[in-house]
Nanobody, 123 residues
Framework: VQLQASGGGLVQPGGSLRLSCAAS????????MGWFRQAPGKERECVTA????????YYADSVKSRFTSSGDNAKNTVYLQMNSLKPEDTAVYYC?????????????????WGQGTLVTVSS
């Protein structure tokens, strides 16, 4: 599967952005789909992961109740809706796919990665 992430940009604190991850080559619902982010000088961390076939979901504590991941089968696209953004959400965001039905947040379990999109939260 090939992944193409988009939707990043500059937003003020408290604002919203929606990231998109278009998948091609295979339907995203056959994978565990994750969103990761990497801030300057920090490790890449899993923000959210969804096992579509298993019906399980993970959200990092730092984004719970603010971020929501969803998918559109017709467009073969996964979205990350980010609300109430904070300066600490500033990072490059990546979508990724793991060829498994078991929910995982381990970066090494994801075989396919999009190119990353920069989100900057600043006034």
């Amino acid at each position: 599967v090939q992944l193409q992430a988009s939707g990043g940009g500059l937003v003020q604190p408290g604002g919203s952005l929606r990231l998109s991850c278009a998948a091609s080559g295979r339907t995203f619902s056959s994978y565990v789909m994750g969103w990761f982010r990497q801030a300057p000088g920090k490790e890449r961390e899993c923000v959210t992961a969804i096992s579509w076939s298993g019906g399980s979901t993970y959200y990092a504590d730092s984004v719970k109740s603010r971020f929501t991941s969803s998918g559109d089968n017709a467009k073969n696209t996964v979205y990350l809706q980010m609300n109430s953004l904070k300066p600490e959400d500033t990072a490059v965001y990546y979508c990724a796919a793991a060829d498994t039905a078991i929910l995982t947040t381990a970066r090494t379990r994801y075989q396919y990665w999009g190119q990353g999109t920069l989100v900057t939260v600043s006034s």
